[in-house]
């Protein structure tokens, strides 16, 4: 199963200091370990969309790709067996390679039952949030899992409060929404976008329509800080990386949500 999810990205900063903005964004959704997708599409070697191991799955940089994820499963008593490990993520185009964030998905029966959030800054760090039920049952979009912020990612946001994840996944539709929570500041992050497969044709347009994949969105990223700046939002210098690569959320309570 390789498909190509043509979503929508919408971005809107909660508190004293307001600021909203959407744009289209070209994401893969991807059984791996996988041989070659569709022409233009290619894992671990170059090609006009590619995906590689070394970009996922660890360190920066620096990664083993789904043997990974399996270990980080298998560390926390998850049923491997029968299950698939796919990976979503905006895959590198041409030279250029950055993700905000990628989502390692552990399915059983179709389903989502465990994820891990692969966030990355623009300042070169990462950092891994595991989630999942205690019983690893289904994951569905009205469940509300949390993890605790431990990354400097916005040079806007302080490294305090909580994520918290709604993880919509059918067999034809991405549905995620992230809300950062500090106080009355935060963030509300969402993904939308029909699930196709990839094919040339789809791969070819999403290039001519949305030119230089991740170099445009980091160019993005870049322009929304401006704005924030220009705004006189208060700006916070580049702040030491977690101590550890990965650490675990919990799915809310009753009384939490």
Known sequence: MIDHIAGQTFHARRGQLKNAFQYGVDFVLADLPAADGPGLLSFNRFNLWHISDRDHGGPRGHGRGVDWFRDI???RGFPL???RLVL?????FLWFQFNP?????ALRDDQPCAFVAEV????????CYVCAHDDFRPILRTDRLTATKLMHVSPFQKIAGEYHFNFGLTDSSVDIRITYENGREGVIATLKGNRRPATNNSL???ALRRPFGAARVLALIHW???ILYLKRAPFLKRQPPPETLVSN?????ENEA
């Open 224 to 226: 929304q800080a401006l």
């Open 249 to 253: 959320g919990h799915a809310l309570s």
């Open 88 to 92: 979503l993520t905006q895959p590198s």
């Open 101 to 105: 964030v990628s989502f390692w998905i």
């Open 73 to 75: 499963l298998a560390a």
């Open 81 to 83: 067996e029968g299950a």
């Open 204 to 206: 070819a347009w999403s």
């Open 120 to 127: 990355n800054s623009t300042f070169g760090q990462r950092h």
